[in-house]
């Protein structure tokens, strides 16, 4: 009966979760628009810190419960998520067109923010001073993105938002500020709800079967962090709107390391006992075969979205088998 209950909860923290980062995707885009920030620039900040919004206050729990390895593999599990099942989805459902910004600035920069990540992860230990350096990454990320919006063409010219969209968010009053400020809060608690929901009973179900903790965060947790992700993915796809799936799965990759990883270090240390070398290599490995991806036709057809799902699923198959220590190290 215990269990049962436990199991409850989770439902009830994913359902939190996902709807909690809705409601803040829904009014931060919304004021983003407003203020006439353009629409890829809101995917890949707004958008991809809403959707990340889960890993960051899953990743400060566990962090605070001494779980330091549900934090990294809630991230790491989060990220290799984005880019072979979110793209693999979206991509099966229908071929995704690439915007040329995500393979010259985005990518690169991902790419880097890994590197760093891993390299910090070398003494299996992120520091607060690490931390900050990673938070400071962010920050940077955010004002150039922000400036370059600027130079860029207005969102009316998206096909991201129509121009009924553009011209409502812009032409609101005070009445619809408000509104949008309210999604916002209501996204906010409901967050930190699931999160706490979440980590707390999914991990007692899990040890209960005797799973370790890097596996509670590479799989549980990161899957159900990136739940946003997905279904965000899922209707993008169906609507046609690629610029939002691709920039939206991996700005949240760019925020959860530095923004999520970088927020959690800083408040405290954070020690890695059981994330394997594998999980980084991963990690890694997804993020660079994407790029060749993309770079074919400026688009994810159908049998790379395919690939990637198979590597998805070979991933959390083998990882497990190693944590049950079926598979040698």
Same mark, same amino acid.
């Given at each position: 009966?215990? /269990?049962?209950?436990?199991?409850?909860?989770?439902?009830?923290?994913? /359902?939190? #979760?996902?709807?909690?980062?809705e409601y803040l995707v829904k009014g931060a885009a919304e004021i983003?628009?407003?203020?006439?920030?353009s629409p890829l620039v809101v995917g890949l900040t707004v958008v991809a810190f809403g959707t990340s919004a889960p890993e960051l206050l899953v990743c400060l729990e566990a962090n605070a419960a001494d779980m330091a390895d549900q934090a990294f593999g809630t991230v790491i599990g989060s990220n290799i998520c984005n880019i072979a099942l979110i793209l693999g989805v979206?991509? #099966?459902?229908?071929?995704i067109g690439v915007n040329r910004q995500i393979i010259r600035r985005e990518i690169p920069i991902l790419i880097v923010a890994s590197a760093v990540f891993i390299l910090m992860l070398w003494d299996n230990t992120v520091y607060q001073w690490e931390g900050w350096v #990673?938070?400071?990454?962010?920050?940077?990320?955010?004002? /150039?993105? #922000?400036r370059q919006s600027e130079d860029e063409l207005g969102a009316e010219e998206s096909e991201d938002f129509s121009k009924e969209e553009v011209e409502q968010a812009r032409k609101g009053g005070t009445k619809e500020l408000l509104f949008s400020l309210m999604w916002i809060a209501i996204g906010l608690v409901a967050l930190k709800f699931g999160s706490t929901w979440l980590v707390v009973h999914g991990s007692e179900v899990a040890v209960s079967f005797g799973v370790s903790q890097a596996i509670i965060g590479l799989v549980l947790l990161a899957f159900g962090t990136s739940l946003p992700e997905l279904a965000t993915s899922i209707v993008a796809a169906r609507k046609g709107h690629g610029d939002i799936i691709t920039g939206n799965a991996i700005g949240s990759c760019i925020f959860n390391i530095l923004a999520v990883i970088g927020v959690t270090a800083m408040v405290s240390n954070m020690a890695a006992l059981r994330i394997s070398a594998i999980d980084l290599w991963v990690m890694m490995g997804v993020i660079l075969l994407i790029a060749p991806m993309m770079l074919s036709r400026m688009k994810l057809s159908k049998v790379e979205g395919g690939i990637l799902l198979g590597i998805y699923f070979s991933y959390i198959i083998v990882r497990s088998l190693l944590d049950k220590g079926i598979l040698g190290a």
């Open positions: 009966m215990e /269990t049962l209950e436990h199991f409850i909860w989770i439902i009830a923290g994913f /359902t939190a #979760l996902y709807y909690g980062a983003s628009l407003r203020f006439g920030i979206g991509a #099966l459902i229908r071929p #990673l938070f400071a990454g962010i920050v940077i990320y955010v004002i /150039t993105s #922000l």
